[in-house]
């Protein structure tokens, strides 16, 4: 996979089967890749080299048809670090696989659960995550779609914006206000009153929807966690599958050293290959520096995301920025190696650059996980 030598960090037999595995299936989709990352919607062959893998158990608990006991972050990392070194769209299909079904792993009761979980697991039914709003990002607390409890179950009312797999998803797991607390829901996405719409075109192309719940009314049994108490579900949510997104960032990051590296060393220039000429070779080399640091912070986070996902969440976040900004200046600094080759409109490094930028702003912004980080230093937290 790498021009460079594998991390000094040792992942186990377990964790090294599982990276062939998912390496395997990013090297099928390689020859698609580009097309599949300018899909808005589900690639099918992305799709059906994802399922044939298997690999969507990672995301499931092994009494629902998932691979572990307990979901593993620094399985999922793993896997998200060798898809998208491929492609953000088979990175993106998998990863929301278990971000838009952990709030009913863990909060669902347990019908739900064995009505829904090993679908997903088989990638039969896709999931996906209603969090934000047209006018709420970063701030949760401040979302204005309802959750209430009635005779009949549970009524969601509001609007929900930028939502990963919208329009794609078989269900939704969405966030609402239940009188002063917050609550979760299992909305189908065949519910009666839910529409979805086509999200926003993003520089990196992605399946968005845009969700209106129009007093759409589910069971009681739909519901997810407590009444009111369904805020430290969704930070459990984020708690475990943050730090996956440094694991994604990483391999963008390894993808575009790579590409460089190939540029560089075959390209001859002043009489020798390009990687000769001193600032070339200085800013690669750096790039090499940044990829293993956050390869190694990503790696440790997720392994004590596994044991105590909200007592580490810190260290998650701190993984979650080391390595989506490394991936920004990786990627940033092949291009200028790269020269004009660099700057060519569907090339793979292009392709590259334009997937690494949101990495620094969904499942938690760089400045909000900052100041975050911030706030827990000010109180002696270290």
């Not at 278990?98 to 347990?110: A, F, H, R, W």
């Not at 979302?143 to 939502?163: C, D, H, M, Q």
Request: net charge neutral.
């Amino acid at each position: 996979m790498s021009a460079v030598d594998e991390p000094i960090f040792e992942l186990g037999p377990r964790h090294r089967e599982i990276q062939r595995v998912a390496r395997d299936v990013a090297a099928q989709v390689e020859g698609f890749a580009a097309e599949a990352d300018e899909c808005t919607e589900i690639h099918r062959g992305v799709a059906e080299a994802l399922r044939g893998s298997g690999l969507a158990a990672c995301v499931v608990p092994a009494a629902y048809g998932g691979r572990d006991d307990v979901l593993d972050p620094l399985t999922i990392a793993v896997v998200r670090e060798a898809l998208m070194y491929a492609s953000a769209h088979l990175d993106s299909l998998f990863g929301m696989q278990g971000v838009g079904s952990y709030p009913l792993t863990v909060g669902g009761g347990e019908a739900l659960k064995r009505a829904w979980l090993p679908r997903v697991a088989r990638l039969e039914a896709v999931a996906g995550l209603a969090l934000t709003e047209p006018e709420v990002g970063s701030d949760l607390r401040a979302v204005t779609t309802t959750v209430r409890a009635e005779p009949g179950g549970l009524r969601v009312s509001g609007r929900k914006s930028f939502i990963t797999n919208g329009g794609a998803a078989d269900f939704y797991c969405v966030l609402g206000r239940e009188g002063e607390g917050y609550s979760m829901a299992l909305v189908p996405a065949d519910a009666p009153g839910l529409t979805v719409t086509p999200g926003a075109g993003l520089i990196a192309p992605h399946i968005l929807g845009e969700l209106t719940f129009d007093d759409v009314l589910v069971p009681e049994a739909n519901r997810l966690g407590a009444p009111g108490k369904a805020f430290s579900l969704m930070l459990r949510t984020l708690a475990v599958f943050r730090v996956t997104v440094a694991g994604s960032a990483v391999g963008l990051a390894q993808a575009a050293l790579d590409e460089a590296l190939r540029h560089t060393t075959t390209r001859e220039q002043f009489g020798g290959p390009l990687i000769g000429l001193g600032a070339v070779g200085q800013n690669l080399a750096q790039s090499w520096v940044d990829v293993e640091t956050a390869r190694a912070i990503t790696y440790r986070a997720a392994s004590l995301a596994r044991t105590d996902p909200l007592a580490h969440l810190d260290f998650s976040s701190i993984a979650k920025v080391s390595a989506t900004e490394a991936a920004g200046r990786v990627v940033d600094r092949s291009v200028q190696a790269m020269g004009r080759f660099g700057l060519i409109r569907g090339s793979k490094i292009e392709r590259l650059y334009r997937n690494a930028r949101p990495l620094r702003v969904y499942e938690g912004a760089t400045e909000v996980l900052l100041d975050s980080l911030a706030r827990r230093l000010a109180k002696g937290v270290s």
